[in-house]
């Protein structure tokens, strides 16, 4: 790899900014000034930037616990971004695996892997994500059954697919669904006479919500939590 591609990569310097660097002679490989951008990074080399060691930033998967009045998009807009949380270099690579509105609480997954993100947010992956549910009205035992054989939602032609609702009491539920349609639990209770009041996600797939990360805290997945989508 070229040594201005390597400290871009591996750094939140832009391509322009990585040959200032070079030219200044704030660049070392194994010990020696490199001005030349072109210079071949070897695996063995060990780069310096101001006499610090940089690597190139691999694949990155984290979770973070999403508070209200954030987004779940890559810039700023009325609200801010739930990137806008992550204290770690080169933001603009990553994306985020499934939505939240803005309301919304809980599990948001991001990384930089896009194979890996389209595990969760394809249809056809069928990968479930469970959510805490309160309401406004007091829930029928009968929706458990409704909710397994598929709900019609407005404006849209056929059921759902058959979603898990657990009622833990008269005013709040955990649902599993494994689609991904726009405001999808709000509209399904909208459909049966009901209205969310609060939302919270709690796992996806296999992840759950760490309950250690208060709300806008984050860590990277473990290796087993990668593997499991």
Not at 52 to 78: A, H, Q, W, Y
Not at 155 to 184: M, V
Not at 213 to 227: H, M, N, Q, S
Request: net charge negative; proline share 3%.
């Amino acid at each position: 790899m070229r040594l201005d591609k390597f400290i871009c990569e591996s750094t939140s310097l832009t391509r322009s900014l990585a040959k200032k660097a070079l030219h200044r002679g704030d660049v070392t490989c194994d010990g020696v000034i490199v001005k030349n951008s072109g210079f071949k990074v070897e695996a063995s080399h060990q780069i310096h930037l101001d006499g610090e060691l940089i690597t190139v930033i691999g694949p990155r998967f984290i979770m973070l616990n999403k508070p209200v009045e954030t987004i779940c998009s890559t810039i700023d807009e009325e609200y801010p971004s739930v990137l806008s949380l992550l204290d770690i270099a080169k933001t603009e690579d990553l994306h985020i695996a499934g939505r939240l509105d803005v309301d919304t609480t809980g599990l948001v997954l991001i990384t930089s892997d896009g194979q890996w993100s389209h595990k969760i947010t394809s249809p056809k992956k069928e990968c479930g994500k469970r959510y805490l549910v309160q309401l406004a009205d007091p829930l029928a035992e009968e929706l458990v059954e409704q909710f397994t054989q598929g709900i019609e939602l407005r404006n849209e032609d056929g059921l759902t697919k058959p979603a898990q609702l657990e009622i833990i009491d008269s005013h709040q539920a955990r649902l599993t669904i494994t689609e991904g349609k726009y405001h999808q639990v709000k509209r399904m209770f909208a459909a049966v006479g009901n209205k969310v009041v609060g939302l919270h996600r709690e796992c996806v797939g296999k992840i759950e919500l760490d309950r250690s990360l208060a709300p806008g805290e984050w860590r990277y997945l473990t290796d087993d939590e990668i593997a499991s989508i």
